[in-house]
């Protein structure tokens, strides 16, 4: 498989394929509730997400990708917990989540409701980890107001999802794609086996894909179709420049072995995304799909220790 061809599978495999959506009703979807449902804040104050907040210790922001609630990191919370308070993000209308009343500007209002409340709860430098679409929301917290988070653990996902085919294409470019694929998805609810298709290329374990499925199918059309576009148009490569926390970039490769990728080359396109980062480190799992935390647990969880224990000595 060419270059291009092994950077549409990559793109497609971080954001769902507009395809995957039509108009059957969701109603026979079977949706586990997810543990993040519960606000320990007021939800006035941040109307496109709910938070759920567990442990002791340094603050830690939990974001999850797209159509996920904050359960994808109930793993993760178990691990932290006794040192850290987590902060488990679930952003509304995905997951079965309710949807939020207006998705104009979703992401950016998202990013600037998550700036508002590290604000308002005092939380001093917190951590920041997020997957796919939530580490985009991570950078873009970084980029925005560069003093107010501490070091960032970005969960395969790249600052500019569009360009991962062509290096050159810039956001305005991107848009009528990106239009096209927002009014696709936002005609209808995904398809149970089609999701079920794409849960099972990001992801290893049966149970997990089951439960991945039935987050995607539950996740509302119109929240989805927005976040995909916005991803699409915003082009953080710039910016990152401006990020003065050390930053962990955790990347996936071989969901992409059968299409001729290799470590090496899918390292390349995170070196090349990430080249204006000043204090970063990109480092690849050898076995899991998109969703590290779950296929690479412990790998995950060795990468992001290490990383979180430097920054920690780096403070004293």
């Given at each position: 498989?060419?270059?291009t061809?092994?950077?549409?599978?990559?793109?497609?495999?971080?954001?769902?394929?507009?395809?995957?959506?039509?108009?059957a009703?969701?109603?026979?979807?079977?949706?586990?509730?997810?543990?993040?449902?519960?606000?320990?804040?007021?939800?006035?104050?941040h109307?496109?997400?709910?938070?759920?907040v567990?442990?002791?210790?340094?603050?830690?922001?939990?974001?999850?990708?797209?159509?996920?609630?904050?359960?994808?990191?109930?793993?993760?919370?178990?691990?932290?917990?006794?040192?850290?308070?987590?902060?488990?993000?679930?952003?509304?209308?995905?997951?079965?989540?309710?949807?939020?009343?207006s998705?104009?500007?979703?992401?950016?209002?998202?990013?600037?409701?998550?700036?508002?409340?590290?604000?308002?709860?005092?939380?001093?430098?917190?951590?920041?980890?997020?997957?796919?679409?939530?580490?985009?929301?991570?950078?873009?917290?970084?980029?925005?107001?560069?003093?107010?988070?501490?070091?960032?653990?970005?969960?395969?996902?790249?600052?500019?999802?569009?360009?991962?085919?062509?290096?050159?294409?810039?956001?305005?470019?991107a848009?009528?794609?990106?239009?096209g694929?927002?009014?696709?998805?936002?005609?209808?609810?995904?398809?149970?086996?089609?999701?079920?298709?794409?849960?099972?290329?990001?992801?290893?374990?049966?149970?997990?894909?089951?439960?991945?499925t039935?987050?995607?199918?539950?996740?509302?059309?119109?929240?989805?179709g927005?976040?995909?576009?916005?991803?699409?148009?915003?082009?953080?490569?710039?910016?990152?420049?401006?990020?003065?926390?050390?930053?962990?970039?955790?990347?996936?490769?071989?969901?992409?072995?059968?299409?001729?990728?290799?470590?090496?080359?899918?390292?390349?396109?995170f070196?090349?995304?990430?080249?204006?980062?000043?204090?970063?480190?990109?480092?690849?799992?050898?076995?899991?799909?998109?969703?590290?935390?779950?296929?690479?647990?412990?790998?995950?969880?060795?990468?992001?220790?290490?990383?979180?224990?430097?920054?920690?000595?780096?403070?004293?």
């Amino acid at each position: 498989m060419n270059l291009t061809a092994l950077l549409r599978t990559f793109c497609a495999a971080l954001l769902t394929s507009a395809t995957l959506f039509t108009t059957a009703p969701v109603a026979s979807a079977s949706v586990p509730t997810p543990t993040s449902l519960v606000a320990d804040s007021p939800a006035a104050a941040h109307p496109h997400f709910t938070v759920r907040v567990v442990g002791k210790g340094q603050p830690m922001l939990l974001i999850p990708g797209l159509t996920c609630p904050g359960a994808v990191w109930d793993e993760t919370v178990a691990h932290y917990q006794k040192q850290y308070q987590c902060h488990i993000i679930s952003i509304n209308g995905f997951g079965g989540t309710p949807a939020p009343a207006s998705t104009g500007n979703l992401l950016q209002n998202v990013r600037d409701q998550l700036l508002t409340y590290v604000k308002t709860q005092h939380l001093h430098k917190p951590v920041v980890v997020g997957h796919s679409l939530g580490g985009f929301l991570a950078l873009w917290m970084s980029t925005t107001q560069p003093d107010a988070v501490g070091p960032l653990v970005i969960v395969d996902s790249l600052p500019f999802l569009s360009a991962v085919q062509n290096p050159m294409l810039t956001a305005d470019a991107a848009k009528p794609m990106a239009e096209g694929v927002r009014q696709q998805v936002g005609r209808g609810h995904m398809d149970a086996a089609t999701a079920r298709q794409m849960s099972a290329s990001l992801m290893t374990d049966t149970a997990r894909i089951r439960q991945a499925t039935a987050w995607s199918v539950a996740s509302d059309p119109a929240t989805v179709g927005q976040a995909m576009y916005d991803m699409y148009t915003t082009d953080l490569r710039p910016d990152v420049a401006r990020i003065q926390q050390p930053v962990l970039v955790l990347g996936a490769w071989a969901a992409y072995k059968a299409y001729g990728s290799t470590k090496e080359s899918t390292r390349a396109i995170f070196e090349q995304q990430y080249a204006k980062l000043p204090q970063h480190r990109i480092e690849m799992s050898e076995a899991g799909k998109h969703f590290l935390m779950w296929d690479d647990t412990q790998w995950f969880l060795a990468q992001s220790d290490a990383f979180l224990k430097q920054y920690a000595v780096a403070k004293k």
